[in-house]
């Protein structure tokens, strides 16, 4: 048994939660208590009923998210809002939220992790988001179809979008939504992105500025940086862990 306040204080510093400035929505930190105590850690990409009934049958009380609960800004405590905060009432389990931060950590985030499946080692980053980085690029070895097929193994749907040189010297790596990261890859010296999710748009860029994209899925590359954090904290104070899935294809 650990002491609520305790696993907060640790993922605060990790992830320099204070002073990270986010997206306004995303309200990074513990967003529901519990009873002041944990036992066992969980691990998830969303919040949601699914993720919260699943993590309280497992007897999680500390789940830690990356998409958290309050999004859409104040909404009356009633429908599938209600039963998302009752699901946790009822099961004493405390939620804790790290968005943006969990994408750019040099150590325990989505996209140098997504670099290290690949066997690339992430050198500097990129993509402004106010006063942080929150995007990586890592020296390349590799031939594209070897990318290709490597993430072809770990993910189960890749988008890939071939406009690109075949041997890229660089890949830069945006977990998520990777819309935002397009327009600074050509800044940046780099042709070739990896990332979950791009609007319909930048099929026609991509041709246009000879880019490679490659799509892996929102959720699925950012399982990562919940999983690293929850493993992390876990070892430190002693308790078990795990990953609760949802199935997510998107």
Not at 100 to 112: F, K, Q, R, S, T
């Amino acid at each position: 048994m650990a002491l609520l306040q305790h696993l907060v204080d640790y993922c605060d510093r990790r992830t320099r939660r204070p002073s990270f400035k986010d997206f306004p929505g995303a309200h990074n930190g513990l967003q529901v208590a519990n009873d002041g105590r944990v036992t066992r850690i969980g691990a998830a990409v969303d919040a949601g009923l699914v993720p919260f009934e699943r993590a309280v049958e497992r007897g999680v009380d500390f789940l830690i998210v990356h998409h958290g609960l309050f999004w859409g800004g104040v909404q009356p405590l009633t429908g599938p809002v209600y039963g998302r905060f009752a699901a946790l009432v009822r099961g004493n389990c405390a939620v804790y939220s790290s968005h943006l931060p969990l994408d750019a950590h040099e150590e325990i985030g989505n996209n140098v992790i997504l670099a290290r499946q690949l066997g690339l080692k992430p050198r500097r980053q990129f993509l402004p988001h106010e006063n942080e980085l929150i995007g990586w690029i890592a020296p390349n070895k590799f031939k594209r179809s070897q990318l290709v097929a490597r993430l072809e193994e770990l993910y189960p749907r890749v988008v890939s979008i071939e406009c690109g040189t075949a041997v890229p010297k660089l890949v830069a790596f945006c977990s998520g939504s990777g819309n935002g990261a397009v327009p600074h890859l050509l800044a940046a010296g780099v042709d070739t992105l990896i990332t979950g999710e791009l609007r319909e748009e930048w099929f026609n860029y991509a041709q246009e500025h000879r880019l490679n994209l490659l799509c892996c899925g929102h959720y699925a590359t950012e399982t990562h940086g919940v999983k690293a954090l929850a493993a992390e904290l876990a070892k430190k104070f002693r308790l078990p862990w795990e990953f609760i899935e949802t199935e997510n294809p998107l």
